[in-house]
Nanobody, 126 residues
Framework: QVQLVESGGGLVQAGDSLRLSCVVS????????MGWFRQAPGKEREFVAS????????VYSDSVKGRFTFSRDNAKNTVYLQMNSLKPEDTAVYYC???????????????????WGQGTQVTVSS
């Protein structure tokens, strides 16, 4: 059983920063490629960022590139999404996702991730 628990969401003003965390619980102690996705009201879930199993490779959507940073601490089974210069259009429920790592790559397709967290709300006011 793999469980992902996100935290760190909240209500902030435009230009502020937030850091989301996602803790992965897995008795098999596997390593995972991780992703962040978000879904705004009335919109489809969209890719935000992905990080490979050792943190050596990251990929971001064009909408967050240069503002968001995805990192991981495998010793703590935790990944982080540092979000700077937040904009109202970043408002969404943010979801952490995981897939057991089988290579050194990253994934941007939601269908590639079998494990998902419950989501954390991020609201950015103008």
């Amino acid at each position: 059983q793999v469980q992902l628990v996100e935290s760190g969401g909240g209500l902030v003003q435009a230009g502020d920063s937030l850091r989301l965390s996602c803790v992965v619980s897995d008795r098999t102690r596997s390593t995972y490629t991780m992703g962040w996705f978000r879904q705004a009201p009335g919109k489809e879930r969209e890719f935000v960022a992905s990080i490979n199993w050792n943190g050596g490779s990251t990929v971001y959507s064009d909408s967050v590139k240069g503002r968001f940073t995805f990192s991981r601490d495998n010793a703590k089974n935790t990944v982080y999404l540092q979000m700077n210069s937040l904009k109202p259009e970043d408002t969404a429920v943010y979801y952490c996702a995981a897939v057991r790592a089988t290579n050194w790559g990253t994934y941007h397709n939601a269908d590639d991730y079998p494990y998902w967290g419950q989501g954390t709300q991020v609201t950015v006011s103008s």
